[in-house]
């Protein structure tokens, strides 16, 4: 393999790369720090008011204050996604292991089952959710059928929102959370019970060490998505409360404010970044352990 | 070079259907051209038509900003025609010589959002307000307070997901002038806003049909002619006529700058105006037509059409400045935030 040919045939890649990746965040970036135009779109320029505007607005007086609503609704969004992978994390990890116990056959089947959604649009399957939390739908109609009190409103609070991310997420976290305990030698779980381990035991020192590549591959499947959801907040939470995706939306549209939406996308593609670097760093040190 | 950039960014993906001959790209609200009509048009012409819809003037306004949005006739309201017009997003058509113009009601022509009609020819007008679920709700709908100031219908109203509509009707209510620019006036319309949001179940422009038809909610912030088209299905509703007045709106057909379909758009357009397509029309979309229709025909009148013949002021919505924008802006992510 000489050297040129190990450079051209990387081309096609970072070139790839370079214009579906880079070029359009460093266009989001310049329009983040563009002069905003008066009826929307904008002007290239340099101007960091938008950055301002996170954290200072003019408040009802003129006087330029220190606002926390934006970093509200940024905490809020962490908080909720972090909320949707912890419930896919303890929803997942049965719902592979299972899998994992079954014959060959079966495990394909039940695979194939976990993927199936993902063949239905993503509105149609988030629409189906207003169906079952709506009034007088099928979770109320299930519950007083085993005597429970005449309840509603399910739909349109935040416990609607995360049902909906925990749904639409939860495939990309039973996938590689799979692959992770498939590979699990039974050997170990008894060789755990041979060392007078119990159950808990078994799974607290071997599976989910284990399992733990996976868990971690998944929960970042899951809660990047989560940041930037839009469908779920909209459509399950009733709107009532913006989102990093619904108050990036409103800005592009109502609001006619591009350069702030670029923005807050901005501080979201940062966040992600933050997390991605945080599981490279721990994936670096725990290979050097391994060492 | 801008829209080239554009057109790539992630958060904007546009269609970019070939420019062939032959076809018409429309974008248009939903469900808001009658579908027999297109086909007419279609074997008429042998023209091929592509509709796509949205749900509010904000997105058609964003689309058209992305550039190369690929659409050859779009139709959004008055005020927002003045703002595509002014920000050279409209493509000049001389929408004054065509005949769909002669067949314009005259209150409609020379007003001040197309004042030499160039670029649009009106296709439906009507009010934005409220309906309620009579099976659920069986008060007065006579004023915005039954809305804005709920007291039986607390926790069983939705309003739309935009401000546009809503922040108007709260200003009609308030008898503050649309689109001032005046801080404290606007302090008013959040502080209204805002304790009413407890009341409010959700801030949403989908399936409304279905939520209030089915008295998910009793109460509704929507257009006239839907509720007129919800209620003859069946379904137990009414359009309010509150005293304080109507929020108005007029869609026109407008082309888009470099549409590449524009002559299509023409004959669409002219199609559309005939007095027997524009009846067909009415009958299909149920809000007033701004073009003469043959009345022996239409299906909605005075005595079964209530809603589109309101007896009480109807203020159509500006233009409003940047600055008066803004404050729109800040009273609804302040009440959203």
């Not at chain 1, 394909?108 to 189906?128: D, G, K, N, Q």
Request: glycine content about 8%; hydrophobic content about 50%; proline content about 5%.
């Amino acid at each position: 393999m000489s050297r040129t040919f190990r450079f051209w045939g990387l081309v096609p890649a970072w070139a790839l790369m370079l214009l579906t990746l880079i070029v359009p965040i460093l266009i989001v970036a310049g329009v983040s720090v563009a002069e905003r135009g008066a009826y929307g779109g904008f002007d290239w320029g340099f101007d960091i008011t938008s950055y301002r505007q996170i954290l200072f607005t003019e408040g009802w007086t003129d006087e330029l204050e220190f606002d926390p609503k934006y970093l509200a609704i940024i905490a809020r969004t962490l908080i909720f996604a972090g909320a949707a992978t912890a419930i896919c994390v303890l929803l997942a990890l049965p719902v592979a292991y299972y899998i994992a116990q079954q014959s060959a056959r079966l495990k394909i089947v039940l695979l194939y089952l976990v993927t199936l959604p993902f063949w239905v649009s993503m509105i149609v399957r988030v629409y189906a959710w207003l169906i079952i939390l709506g009034n007088d739908g099928l979770l109320e109609r299930v519950y007083r059928l085993f005597g429970g009190a005449d309840i509603s409103g399910f739909l349109f609070t935040p416990g609607a929102m995360i049902t909906g991310m925990v749904y639409s997420y939860i495939p990309l976290m039973i996938l590689p959370v799979y692959a992770s305990v498939e590979k699990i030698d039974p050997a170990l779980i008894e060789a755990s019970h041979d060392l007078y381990g119990g159950r808990w035991t078994a799974l607290r020192r071997v599976i989910l060490p284990l399992a733990a590549p996976g868990l971690t591959a998944g929960s970042i499947l899951v809660f990047v998505p989560s940041l930037g959801t839009v469908l779920e907040p909209m459509l399950l939470g009733g709107g009532k409360q913006l989102m990093m995706g619904t108050l990036i939306q409103t800005q592009f549209g109502g609001a006619r404010n591009w350069p702030f939406g670029a923005a807050i996308a901005m501080v979201l593609l940062t966040l992600v970044v933050i997390v991605l670097l945080l599981n490279a760093r721990r994936a670096t040190r725990q290979a050097e352990v391994a060492l | 070079m801008k829209k080239l950039l554009l057109a790539t960014t992630l958060i904007l993906p546009v269609a970019l259907p070939a420019a062939a001959e032959g076809e018409l790209n429309i974008y248009a609200w939903a469900d808001s051209i009658s579908p027999e009509l297109i086909a007419k048009f279609s074997e008429e012409t042998g023209i091929e038509v592509n509709v796509d819809s949205f749900s509010s003037n904000e997105d058609a306004l964003t689309k058209l900003q992305a550039g190369s949005s690929g659409y050859d006739l779009v139709t959004p309201s008055q005020h927002f025609v003045k703002i595509m017009a002014d920000e050279g997003l409209l493509e000049d058509i001389d929408a004054y010589e065509l005949d769909a113009y002669d067949q314009l009601d005259e209150r409609w022509q020379g007003q001040w959002w197309d004042p030499e009609n160039d670029y649009s020819i009106p296709l439906a007008y009507g009010t934005a307000g409220f309906s309620v679920n009579r099976d659920k709700y069986d008060g007065p709908v006579d004023s915005w307070s039954v809305l804005f100031e709920p007291t039986d219908l607390a926790g069983s109203i939705a309003l739309l997901s935009y401000p546009d509509e809503v922040v108007s009707a709260a200003q009609l209510y308030l008898g503050v002038e649309y689109c001032t620019e005046d801080k404290a006036e606007m302090k008013k319309v959040y502080d209204l806003l805002m304790a009413q949001k407890p009341a409010v179940v959700a801030y949403t422009s989908d399936n409304i049909e279905n939520r209030l038809g089915s008295g998910e909610v009793a109460a509704h912030f929507w257009w006239d002619g839907n509720t007129l088209r919800l209620r003859n299905s069946g379904a137990h509703v009414e359009y309010a006529m509150p005293k304080e007045g109507l929020v108005g709106w007029l869609d026109s057909f407008v082309v888009p700058a470099g549409a590449a379909n524009i002559d299509n758009a023409k004959a669409f357009i002219e199609f559309m105006s005939t007095v027997e397509n524009a009846t067909e029309q009415y009958n299909y979309y149920a809000h007033s037509a701004p073009v003469e229709i043959d009345e022996s025909k239409a299906l909605y009148t005075k005595e079964n059409a209530p809603e589109l013949f309101p007896d009480v002021p109807v203020v159509f919505a500006q233009a409003c400045s940047p600055a008066a924008q803004d404050l729109v802006t800040k009273v609804w992510t302040d009440l959203l935030q």
